[in-house]
C-alpha cells in the first residue's frame, strides 16, 4: 500500500497527478480571487 500524492498502482495515474495538481491550484486560486468560488463558514 502506497501512501501520498500520487500514489497507487498505476503508474501513468500518478504521473499525470503530479503533473496537473499545480495547474489546479492556480485555477483555483485564480477562481476564488475572482470571486467564482466562494468559501462559506
Known sequence: ????????SDPLTG???QV???PLR????VLLRM???EIVD
Not at 492556480?26 to 486560486?29: G, I, K, R, S, T
Request: hydrophobic share 50%; aromatic share 10%.
Open 35 to 37: 470571486g467564482f468560488i
Open 15 to 17: 504521473a499525470l497527478t
Open 1 to 8: 500500500m502506497s501512501t501520498g500524492v500520487g500514489g497507487g
Open 26 to 29: 492556480e485555477l483555483y486560486a
Open 20 to 22: 496537473l495538481a499545480v
